[in-house]
């Protein structure tokens, strides 16, 4: 028996998640810690690789830690604006106040997060900012979130409420948050993430614009595993690709009323003794969040007309 070269324990190929990328370099974290790499030739021409990905690697160097990625996982899916693959949950930073709370926005980003069969955490995040009387009608539309299976939290990035359960929530997640502009979101990473320091509505003021370079997408992983992406995103100005026929697939009430209708193919929306009518009149349906449905199937059938 001859001793084995050393180099052939270090080929051992290693699984990682791609966390980083800057031009043709990839920051990959494994279980063996961190290693910066680049691309096969061949893999590279194959396939792009983003942030979020799993990839193969093969370790060359171990001081500084580098290595070449041999193989691209398959991909469960990959968002777009900023470009993460892989994700697997969606956070919905939304406020009660400043901003106004927008329902038609959360079930928009509900209806796009099921379009790409992801799950959606709906944040009510500023709850430092309201008044028992804002509470009290905030606790009902969590309800009505809550009803349909939807997790909701309630954060404040300002005295932390919350924060830990949101970092449990993600544990072993792959998540991005989007919603719109001054809910938090940044606010609400940088709580999670104290060593890091993303720029915040307040703090960019101060910045001369332009002077901080928005790089690609980042993840960062939380303590107990799991990573969270460093920039918002998710859009959800253009429908998604759907038939406004299959809208109702979008709204899980909805999509549980197969066989339940009159029309097998029943829209619910005009059509006779109507299922959807029927709870509406009841109120198992919400009104709110059947005139969203309204609102969608009515934009997807305009964007067909086009
Ligand atoms: N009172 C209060 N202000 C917050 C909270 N979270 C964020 N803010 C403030 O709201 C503004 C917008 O926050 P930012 O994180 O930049 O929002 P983003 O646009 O969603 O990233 C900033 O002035 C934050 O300091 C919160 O929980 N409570
Ligand atoms: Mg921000
Ligand atoms: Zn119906």
């Known amino acids: 028996m001859h001793n084995q070269p050393t180099e052939s324990r270090n080929e051992r190929p290693i699984t ?11 920051l990959v ?4 810690g961190k290693m910066v790499c680049t691309a096969r030739g061949n893999v590279a021409k194959r396939s792009n690789i983003y942030v979020g990905d799993i990839v193969t690697c093969r370790r060359m ?12 996982h398959k991909r469960s899916n990959v968002l777009q604006r900023p470009v993460v693959a892989n994700i697997g949950k969606l956070l919905l930073v939304f406020s009660y106040v400043d901003p106004d709370l927008d329902l038609e ?3 928009r980003c509900l209806f796009h997060a099921e379009f790409h069969h992801l799950p959606g955490l709906i944040i009510f995040n500023k709850q430092d900012l309201l008044n028992a009387a804002q509470r009290t009608s905030l606790h009902s539309i969590c309800e009505m979130y809550h009803k349909i299976n939807y997790q909701v939290m309630l954060t404040s990035a300002t005295t932390g409420e919350g924060i830990q359960e949101l970092a449990k929530a993600c544990k072993n997640e792959v998540a991005s948050m989007a919603g719109p502009s001054g809910s938090g979101k940044s ?3 940088n709580a999670l993430f104290p060593h890091i320091s993303l720029p ?13 370079t928005t790089s690609s997408a980042g993840l960062i992983q939380l303590p107990a595993g799991g990573y969270i992406a460093d920039t918002p995103g998710f859009s959800v ?6 038939d406004a026929t299959d809208a109702y697939s979008c709204f899980p009430e909805l999509a549980d009323l197969v066989g339940k209708c009159r029309f097998n193919n029943c ?12 709870r509406l009149e009841q109120g198992t349906i919400a009104q709110s969040r059947y005139e969203h449905y309204i609102t969608f199937y009515q934009e997807l059938s305009n964007a067909r007309d086009n």
Do not use: F
């Open 16 to 26: 990682g998640r791609v966390v980083r990328q800057h031009k043709k370099h990839y």
């Open 29 to 32: 974290n494994s279980t063996g």
């Open 61 to 72: 160097n171990r001081e500084p830690a580098e290595g070449i990625i041999t193989r691209v």
């Open 105 to 107: 926005l959360i079930d």
């Open 187 to 189: 606010s609400l990473l």
């Open 200 to 212: 915040t509505a307040q703090t960019s003021r101060k910045i001369k614009r332009g002077t901080h």
């Open 237 to 242: 100005l253009d429908m998604p690709r759907l």
């Open 267 to 278: 829209r619910h929306i005009d059509e006779p003794s109507c299922e959807a009518k029927a």
